[in-house]
C-alpha cells in the first residue's frame, strides 16, 4: 500500500481504529471512568471528519479498483460522521439503568459508520455486499442491544430474519449481473451492458435489478421491503433508531445511487420505472399508515418509509442526457438526505427527552409539551414543519428540489402524488404538535433535556432553519458531490 | 444605496417578535406595550411609501430591492411596492397594530407565544405583499400559516383545534399545487421574478400546459380567497379563532389570495385567464355563486360571528368578478377593454375596503362577545337604546359593509359593477342579487336582531357600553371609512395608475 492509497483510506482507517479502541478501553476501563467512553468516540469521529475534509475535492480509486475516494463518497462521509456525532450526543445517559452494558454501544455505532462510508466508497459488487452485511450485523445487534427489554428482543430478531432474506436476494441478483458480464467491477458491468453482446440475455438482467432493489429497498426502507421498519424503531434503543432512520437510510441511497448509475445506465428505462412505481407507493402508503399510529416511534417510522418514497422521486429523476445539472434528481436526493438528516435526528432528539423523562412513548404523553418545556416543543414544530416541507426549514428546499426535477422532466403525476403526500402528512404530525401545544398536560413537571441532548437539538434546529436561510453553499455541495 | 425601507417594514416584526421572547417572566404588559409600539414602525413605513408611490405614479414597482439568495438556481431576494400593494401593505399594518392593540386587552393566557406568533404573522403577510420573486412569495405565503393555525388553535372558541387543523389543510393543500406551477412557470421562462416571468408568458407555445400551470395558481389562490366551493375552511376558521385572528384572516389573509390572482394569474396567463372567464366562464360562475350563496347563508345563520365570516365569502366574490371582467374583456376591442379598469380597480378597492370593514366587523362582533359570552343572535334585542355608542359604530361599519353611499364600501362594488356590467353583463345582473341580500342580513339579522326589538332588562340590564380602547380600535376603522366613502380620489388614482399599466401590459 502506498501513502496515497492509506490517505485515501484515513477516515475508514480513523473509524475503524476509534471503533476498536472503544471496545479495549472498555475491557481495560474500571466502571468509574467508562462515562469517557462515548466521549472517545467522538474524538475518533471528529478525526474521521477531519481525514475527509482533508481528502475534499480529491478524486481517485483504490484498492484494485474496488473502492473510491469522489465527492459523492466523501459526501456520505459526512452525513457518517454527522449523524454518529449527534446520535452519540443524544444517546449519553440514555442506557442507565436500562443496561449495564456501555462501551459495546459506542464501539459498534462507530463500525456502523465505518459501513456507510464504504457503502458509499465502493464501486464493486463484492464491496458493495460486504459493506451492506457489515452495517446489517452491526444494527442487528444494536437494536437489540436492550437485554433486558423483550420488544427491543423481538424487534433484532425481525430485523434479522428480514435483512437476511433481502440480503440474500441482492446477493442473488449480483451473481446474475456477474453472470452476465463476468465482472463484478460496476464500471465493467455498465461498459459489458452496453457492448451489445448481451443477445438475448437482456431479462435476466432486467430481473437482477429487481433483486437489487429489494436488498437496497429494504435498507432504504421502501415499500414493500419496510415490513420490518414499524417494530423495528419501536424496539430498538431510541437513539440507535434515530441512526437508522438517517444513516443507514442515506447509506442504502448512497449503494442505490452509486450501483445503478454506474452499473446500470443502459437499463434506466427499467429502473427509473421500477423506482417510480416503488416511490408511489412508498409515500402513499408510508404517510396513510403513519395516521393510525399511537406510538410516536412508530409513527416515526412509517414518516420515514414515507420519506423514502419522496427521496426516490430524486432517483427517477436521473437525466442520463444531463447528469450534472442545477435541477438534477440525484443532487435533490443529496440534499434532501442531508435537510433529513438534521430533520429527523432533531425530532428524535425531542422523542429522546420525553421519552426519558415520562418512560413513554405514546404521543398522549406529549400533551403539554409546550408548557412542560416550550424550547422541546417548539423544536418538534420546526421539525416537523421540515419533515413536511413547509418553509423556511430544509425539507421545504429538499422538497422544492425534488419536485422541481420532476417538473423539468414533466412527470407531473409523481409530482402531484408527491405534494398531495406532504399534505396527508401533516394530519399526523399535527396530532403530536395537537398534544403539545393544545392541550393541557397531564402532569405539570417541567421536563428536562441534560445538556448534550440540547447540544444536539440546538445543532439540528439552527441547521434545519440555517440549510434553507442560507442556503446556497449547501445546494453548491449537494450539486458538486452529485457528480458521479 | 437607499435606506432599505421594505426590508425594515418586513422584518421589524420579526424584531419585534424576538424581543418579545427576551423580557422577563412576569411582565406581560411590556410585552404588549413593546409589541405595539414596535407595530407602529411599519405602519408609519408603510404610510411613508404610500405617499411615495402616489408621488411616482403607482404604475411601476418603487423601493425595489435585490440580492441573490440562492444563486445556483436564481432565486432573489426581490422587494417591491406599486400602486397595488403599497395601500395592501398600509391595510395589513393598520390592522396589525389595532389587533395588537386590541388584544392587549382582551388576551389573559399564553400572552408571550400570542405577541410573539402575530408578529411572526405579521411578517408573513408583509412578506407576500413586498415579494417580487416568485420562492419569496411562496416561503411567505406559507410562513404565515403556521402562527395562524397556532393562534386558532391555542386562543380559539370551541372547535379551535378542528378549525385550526382544517386552515391548515386546506390552505397547504392549495399552496403545494401553486408551488408545482411555480416550478413549470420557471422550467418555461427560466426566471424566478414575477414581473419578468409575466414579460415572458410562460407557455406561450404549450396550451395545454399553460391551462394545468394557470389552474394550479388558481386552486391556491381560490381557496385563499376563498372561492365557492373552496370556502368550507373559512366559517370554522374565522368563527373559531380568537377576534384579532378573525380581524387579520378577513382583513388580511384573504387578500393574499385575491392579490395572487392580480399580480401573478393574471398577468402570467392573460390568454387562459380570458379563456376561462368568457368563452368557458367558469371563474365568474364561482365568483357570482360565491356572492348569491355566500349571502343566502348570511340570511340562515344565527351566530353572529359566523354571519360575518360568511359574508366575507360574499365580499370577495365581488373581487373575484372583478377581476374576472378585466380579463374576460381582454382581446374583444377597446370599448370593453376601457371597462377593464374599472371592474380592477373596483376589485382592489373592494380588497382594501373589505379589509377595513370586515375587521371593523370582527372586532365589533368581539366586544359584544367579551360582554354577552354568547354570539346568539336570537339571544340580543333592544340593545340599542342600552349601548348608543356600539349601536352607533356598529351602524356604521354595517352600513358600509352593504356599500351604502358616502362610505368607501360604495366605491368598490360600484366600480366592479360599472365594469362587469359591460364586460359579462350576466354575471353583473346575477351578482347584483348578492347586494339585495346583503342589505337584508345586515338590516334584518345584525341591525334588528340586535339593537330593534324588545330589551331582555333581566339578562342584559347590567350591559356596559365601549370602554376607551375599544372605542380606540375602532376609530381610527370608521376614520377610514368615511374618510375614503366620501372622498375617495387619491386611493382610487393610485389603484387607477397601478392596473391601468397592469392592463396595459397584457
Known amino acids: 500500500m502506498t501513502v496515497s492509497q492509506i490517505l485515501g483510506l484515513s477516515p475508514q482507517l480513523v473509524l475503524l481504529l476509534a471503533g476498536l479502541l472503544v471496545l479495549a478501553l472498555d475491557l481495560i476501563w474500571g466502571e468509574e471512568r467508562k462515562g469517557w467512553l462515548p466521549y472517545v468516540a467522538l474524538l475518533g469521529l471528529a478525526g474521521t471528519l477531519a481525514a475527509t475534509v482533508a481528502l475534499w475535492g480529491r478524486e481517485e480509486a483504490f484498492s484494485e479498483g474496488v473502492f473510491v475516494v469522489d465527492p459523492f463518497a466523501l459526501f456520505f462521509q459526512l452525513v457518517a460522521v454527522l449523524a454518529t456525532g449527534l446520535v452519540i450526543l443524544t444517546s449519553l445517559g440514555y442506557f442507565e439503568g436500562r443496561t449495564a452494558y456501555k462501551g459495546e454501544f459506542y464501539s459498534l455505532l462507530l463500525f456502523a459508520s465505518l459501513a456507510i462510508t464504504l457503502m458509499a466508497a465502493a464501486v464493486d459488487l463484492v464491496m458493495v455486499y460486504i459493506a451492506i452485511e457489515l452495517l446489517s450485523i452491526t444494527s442487528y445487534v444494536l437494536t437489540g442491544f436492550l437485554r433486558q427489554d423483550r420488544k427491543s428482543n423481538e424487534a433484532a430478531i425481525k430485523y434479522f430474519l428480514y435483512g437476511a432474506a433481502a440480503s440474500a436476494a441482492m446477493l442473488y441478483g449480483m451473481s446474475f449481473l456477474y453472470g452476465v458480464t463476468g465482472s463484478t467491477d460496476l464500471a465493467q458491468i455498465a461498459a459489458a451492458l452496453s457492448s451489445g453482446e448481451l443477445g438475448s440475455l437482456s431479462w435476466v438482467v432486467v430481473s437482477a435489478v429487481v433483486l437489487l432493489l429489494a436488498g437496497f429497498g429494504f435498507k432504504v426502507s421502501a415499500v414493500p421491503f419496510h415490513q420490518w421498519a414499524p417494530d423495528v424503531y419501536e424496539g430498538a434503543p431510541t437513539p440507535f433508531t434515530a441512526f437508522l432512520s438517517v444513516g443507514s437510510k442515506a447509506a442504502g441511497f448512497a449503494v442505490m445511487v452509486r450501483v445503478f448509475l454506474t452499473a446500470l445506465p443502459d437499463f434506466s428505462v427499467d429502473w427509473v420505472a421500477l423506482v417510480a412505481a416503488l416511490s408511489i407507493v412508498t409515500m402513499t402508503l408510508g404517510n396513510l399508515v403513519a395516521i393510525f399510529q399511537k406510538n410516536i416511534k412508530r409513527m416515526l417510522a412509517y414518516s420515514s418509509i414515507a420519506q423514502a418514497g419522496y427521496i426516490l422521486i430524486g432517483l427517477v429523476c436521473w437525466d442520463p442526457s444531463q447528469p450534472v445539472g442545477e435541477f438534477g434528481g440525484i443532487s435533490g436526493v443529496l440534499f434532501y438526505l442531508l435537510a433529513y438528516l438534521f430533520t429527523n435526528l432533531g425530532a428524535f432528539a425531542v422523542v429522546i427527552a420525553v421519552e426519558r423523562a415520562t418512560g413513554s412513548n405514546e404521543i398522549s404523553d406529549y400533551a403539554g409539551l409546550m408548557r412542560r418545556n416550550p424550547w422541546l416543543a417548539v423544536a418538534l414544530l420546526v421539525f416537523f414543519l421540515s419533515l413536511v416541507g413547509i418553509p423556511p426549514t430544509g425539507g421545504f428546499l429538499g422538497k422544492l428540489l425534488i419536485f422541481s426535477a420532476a417538473i423539468r422532466l414533466q412527470y407531473f403525476a409523481l409530482a402531484i402524488i408527491g405534494v398531495i403526500n406532504g399534505v396527508i402528512s401533516l394530519y399526523y404530525y399535527f396530532g403530536v404538535l395537537q398534544q403539545a401545544f393544545f392541550l393541557p398536560p397531564k402532569d405539570e413537571t417541567p421536563i428536562a433535556a441534560s445538556l448534550s441532548l440540547r447540544v444536539a437539538l440546538a445543532v439540528a434546529l439552527v441547521m434545519t432553519l440555517g440549510i434553507a436561510i442560507f442556503a446556497q453553499p449547501f445546494i453548491r455541495l449537494a450539486l458538486t458531490s452529485a457528480a458521479l | ?506
Open chain 2, 1 to 506: 444605496m437607499d435606506f432599505p425601507i421594505l426590508s425594515v417594514i418586513l422584518f421589524v416584526p420579526l424584531v419585534g417578535a424576538i424581543l418579545v421572547l427576551l423580557i422577563p417572566r412576569g411582565k406581560e404588559n411590556w410585552i404588549r406595550g413593546l409589541s405595539v409600539a414596535v407595530s407602529l414602525i411599519p405602519l408609519v413605513l408603510a404610510l411613508v411609501i404610500w405617499f411615495g408611490v402616489t408621488d411616482l405614479g403607482g404604475s411601476e414597482m418603487q423601493y425595489v430591492e435585490e440580492a441573490p439568495w440562492i444563486s445556483t438556481f436564481n432565486v432573489w431576494y426581490r422587494l417591491g411596492v406599486d400602486g397595488i400593494s403599497a395601500p395592501l401593505v398600509a391595510l395589513t399594518a393598520l390592522l396589525s397594530t389595532l389587533s395588537l392593540f386590541y388584544s392587549a386587552y382582551t388576551i389573559k393566557v399564553r400572552v408571550r407565544e400570542y405577541y410573539f406568533l402575530f408578529q411572526l404573522l405579521q411578517m408573513g403577510m408583509f412578506g407576500v405583499f413586498l415579494s417580487l420573486d416568485f420562492i419569496l412569495f411562496y416561503v411567505f405565503w406559507e410562513i404565515g400559516l403556521v402562527p395562524m393555525f397556532l393562534l386558532i388553535g391555542i386562543w380559539g372558541g370551541e372547535r379551535r383545534q378542528y378549525a385550526a387543523i382544517k386552515f391548515f389543510l386546506y390552505t397547504l393543500a392549495g399552496s403545494v399545487v401553486m408551488l408545482l406551477a411555480i416550478l413549470g412557470v420557471y422550467f418555461s421562462t427560466g426566471t424566478f421574478d414575477i414581473l419578468e416571468a409575466a414579460r415572458l408568458q410562460p407557455f406561450a407555445d404549450n396550451w395545454p400546459l399553460a391551462v394545468l400551470a394557470f389552474w394550479g395558481f388558481f386552486l391556491g389562490f381560490a381557496i385563499k380567497v376563498p372561492s365557492f366551493p373552496f370556502h368550507t375552511w373559512l366559517p370554522d376558521a374565522h368563527t373559531e379563532a380568537p377576534t384579532a385572528g378573525s380581524v387579520i384572516l378577513a382583513g388580511v389573509l384573504l387578500k393574499l389570495g385575491a392579490y395572487g390572482l392580480i399580480r401573478i394569474a393574471l398577468p402570467l396567463f392573460p390568454d387562459v385567464f380570458h379563456f376561462y372567464t368568457f368563452n368557458v366562464p367558469v371563474i365568474p360562475i364561482l365568483a357570482v355563486i360565491s356572492m348569491v350563496y355566500g349571502a343566502l347563508v348570511c340570511m340562515a345563520q344565527w351566530d353572529l360571528k359566523r354571519l360575518i365570516a360568511y359574508s366575507s365569502v360574499s365580499h370577495m366574490g365581488v373581487v373575484t368578478l372583478g377581476i374576472s371582467a378585466a380579463a374576460a374583456s381582454l382581446g374583444r376591442g377597446q370599448e370593453l377593454l376601457n371597462s377593464a379598469p374599472f371592474a380592477l380597480n373596483g376589485a382592489t378597492m373592494q380588497m382594501f375596503t373589505h379589509g377595513i370593514i370586515t375587521g371593523g366587523l370582527f372586532f365589533i362582533v368581539g366586544i359584544i362577545y367579551e360582554r354577552a359570552h354568547t354570539r346568539d343572535l336570537q339571544a340580543f334585542g333592544g340593545l340599542g337604546s342600552k349601548v348608543p355608542y356600539y349601536y352607533g359604530i356598529t351602524l356604521v361599519t354595517a352600513f358600509a359593509s352593504l356599500g351604502l353611499p358616502g362610505l368607501c364600501g360604495f366605491w368598490s362594488e360600484f366600480f366592479v359593477f360599472r365594469g362587469t356590467l359591460r364586460i359579462i353583463p350576466l354575471f353583473a345582473v346575477i351578482g347584483a342579487a348578492a347586494i339585495v341580500f346583503t342589505a337584508g342580513y345586515i338590516l334584518w339579522k345584525i341591525v334588528q336582531y340586535v339593537f330593534l326589538g324588545a330589551f331582555d332588562e333581566a339578562r342584559w340590564g347590567k350591559l356596559t357600553d365601549m370602554t376607551w380602547w375599544e372605542k380606540a380600535t375602532m376609530w381610527p376603522l370608521i376614520a377610514v371609512m368615511v374618510g375614503f366613502g366620501i372622498y375617495p380620489a387619491p386611493i382610487l388614482e393610485l389603484f387607477n395608475s397601478a392596473t391601468t399599466a397592469l392592463l396595459g401590459k397584457l
